[in-house]
C-alpha cells in the first residue's frame, strides 16, 4: 500500500474524514516514535506507553468521520498523550486509594471480628465463673449485675442484712477477677 509521504498533515486529516486507511498509515508511521517517546519519557514504562499511543490510534481511526483539529496534527497528538498519561495517573491514584480503603476497611472489619470473639469468649468465662459461686453469693452477684439492684433492694428481696449483701458481692467480685486473671493476661 503506497503511504502518503510528501502530504501534509492537514491533507492527511482530510483524508482520514474520507476513510483513508493510507492517510491513517501515514499518520500513524509520522508520528508513532514520537508519541512513544513522549508518553515514555513521562510514565516510565514502555508497555503502557505502547498501550497509550495504541489506544490514541485507535481512537483516531475510530473518530475519523467526525475528526476536528484546530490546532497542528502534531499538537493535537501531543496533547493526547499528555491527556492519556493524566488520566493513567488519575486512574492508578484512584485504585490505590480504593485498595488503601479497602484493606483498611478489612482491617477494621477483622479487628472487629477478634473483639468480638474475645467479648464472647469473655462472656463465657465469666458465666461458667459465676456458676461455679456458691449459691447466696451468686444470687447476689446476680440481682447486683445483672438486675442492677442496689445493695439495700438486694437486701429486702433475700432478708438479709446489708453488710452480709456486701460481703457476699465482695467475695463474689473477687473470685470473678481471680477466674478471669489469666484470660486478660492471655488476650491482652
Known amino acids: 500500500m503506497p503511504i502518503y509521504e510528501p502530504y501534509t498533515d492537514q491533507d492527511l486529516v482530510h483524508l482520514l474524514r474520507q476513510d483513508d486507511e493510507r492517510a491513517f498509515t501515514t499518520i500513524y508511521q509520522r508520528y508513532w516514535d514520537k508519541m512513544l517517546v513522549t508518553a515514555m519519557h513521562r510514565l516510565g514504562n514502555l508497555e503502557e506507553a505502547r498501550e497509550i499511543v495504541q489506544d490514541i490510534f485507535c481512537g483516531l481511526w475510530k473518530r475519523r468521520a467526525g475528526l476536528e483539529i484546530e490546532t497542528s496534527l502534531n499538537t493535537y497528538l501531543a496533547s493526547a498523550v499528555k491527556f492519556e498519561v493524566y488520566k493513567r495517573f488519575a486512574a492508578k ?79 463474689a467480685l473477687r473470685k470473678l477477677r481471680l477466674g478471669l486473671s489469666h484470660f486478660f493476661t492471655f488476650f491482652l
Open 93 to 171: 491514584n484512584r485504585q490505590q486509594r480504593y485498595q488503601q480503603q479497602a484493606i483498611q476497611n478489612w482491617e477494621e472489619a477483622a479487628n472487629d471480628t477478634v473483639d468480638q470473639l474475645k467479648a464472647n469468649e469473655l462472656q463465657s468465662q465469666l458465666a461458667a465463673l459465676v456458676k461455679e459461686l456458691p449459691e447466696k453469693c451468686r444470687i447476689v452477684y446476680r440481682l447486683s449485675r445483672e438486675k442492677g439492684y442496689s445493695q439495700k433492694q438486694i437486701a429486702a428481696e433475700l432478708r438479709i442484712a446489708e453488710k452480709t449483701v456486701e460481703a457476699h458481692l465482695a467475695s
